[in-house]
């Protein structure tokens, strides 16, 4: 199918060029669209960007000249309304995407957002669907590893499926219950500690959470336990408690245990099945590449994937623990939130060593080795992360039984994970 005959528009301009907004003007260009693509930045890495002929790129500012030769405007999720890129759009008179697109009047519409767990909620969801043979588009968040908001808009609007599930990061909570499409399931499916240089503190995180959930018609929630709780509590819409449901995922992780209720809860809304029977449909299911499992070798066991803040990282060794040494991943510069109590938390389950390398940034090995010193672990740092996958086996041969390669930097674990799962004997999860 050519999506660009199958929508009203052939051209769009894309507004804020961070994570999101480059994936979304890469993916529609790739697409046949015209693409005007600024930034008020001018420090960014557009190389993917700058080989398109139908591309158009500005760095430093948002030309109101050329939103006009384009049909609609997709701005930022985190831009607010008094922003340059909206009073850029506004002077080029250019509708927004979100003020084009039908399909939310034809199609339900499944936002799933969270600290953890909401990607293999989302594509829990879309095995569901798949099996049941219903219609459906997927995607959202670029930062978990989806096409862009924009994207799944687009190619929602040229095949008007029966179902589209998007990926909601809750950094751009506030973005849907402003001007995005309304849901017609809301499922959130927990929250935690992440993203606090954005939320400032759990609580604001909560009321976040809530008034996401009450833009839709329903909610999907756990309501039995804090702090999750807490936001069920200011939920005014028609809950759905999806640690209620009385059924028995296939999965070992409780956290993939909690993922696929919510998975089903959402799945139930839209196809009037029963739990029951959606719960046996993921007996199939695997986790997205990079997520956590633990792989059996001949020597032992080692539990690998992105574990990026403290919250994922007490869920991974509640499941999977003890563990006796942990490989970790660390974040960018900035991005303390992700690494501070982490080396109290290893301590506190039973793990003595540690190997630091670099998951997103060289820039931050010696604060992060410096953190879980201070919780008395013995750390080394480890330069290329090329290197993991021979020192973990060193490792299980010297005698250790088990190991985590955790942390950030999904695409570095990803590539680690591959290379350990050919020798592994059996993969859980």
Partial sequence: MNVVDAV????????????????????????????????????????????????????GRHDPDAIAETDVAYVSPSAPRDSPAFKAVEK?????????????????????TGTNGKTTTVLMTSYILEELNVEHEVGGNAGGGFDGYATLYVLAEATSPEVV?????????GYFVE???????????????????HHGSLENLIESAAEFLNVADVAVLRCDADPDAKVANMVDVRKVCYDRLEIDPPFKSRVYRWNAKAAVAVSCEVTGRDPDELVDVLEGFRPADGRVVELILDDGR???????????LESVLRDFGPLE????????PGEWFRVEGVGRILARHGV????????????????????MERAGL??????DPEEVPNLVMEELKGGVNSIGVLGNGQDVITWIQKRLEEAAKEVVF
């Fill in 92 to 112: 080029a008179g250019v509708p927004l995407l979100e003020d084009v697109i039908t399909w939310p009047d034809d199609s339900d519409f499944i936002a799933i």
């Fill in 325 to 332: 040494v942990v490989f970790w991943g660390t974040p960018r």
């Fill in 8 to 59: 009203p528009f052939d051209s769009i301009s894309i507004l804020g060029l961070g994570v999101e907004g480059k994936t979304c003007a890469l993916r529609l260009a790739e697409m046949g669209f015209k693409v005007y693509a600024s930034d008020l930045r001018k420090d960014l890495d557009v190389s993917d960007l700058e080989n398109l002929d139908n591309v158009k790129i500005d760095l």
């Fill in 378 to 383: 013995t750390v080394e740092g480890v330069a």
């Fill in 352 to 371: 003595e060593r540690v190997y630091v390398f670099p998951g997103l940034s060289r820039e931050t090995i010696d604060d992060v080795v410096r953190e």
């Fill in 302 to 312: 080692v539990v690998v994937g992105k574990t990026d803040n403290p919250s994922a």
């Fill in 165 to 173: 599930v998007c990926e909601v990061c809750d950094m751009t909570l």
């Fill in 179 to 197: 001007r995005g499409p309304k849901p017609t399931v809301a499922a959130l499916t927990n929250v935690g500690l992440d993203h606090m240089d």
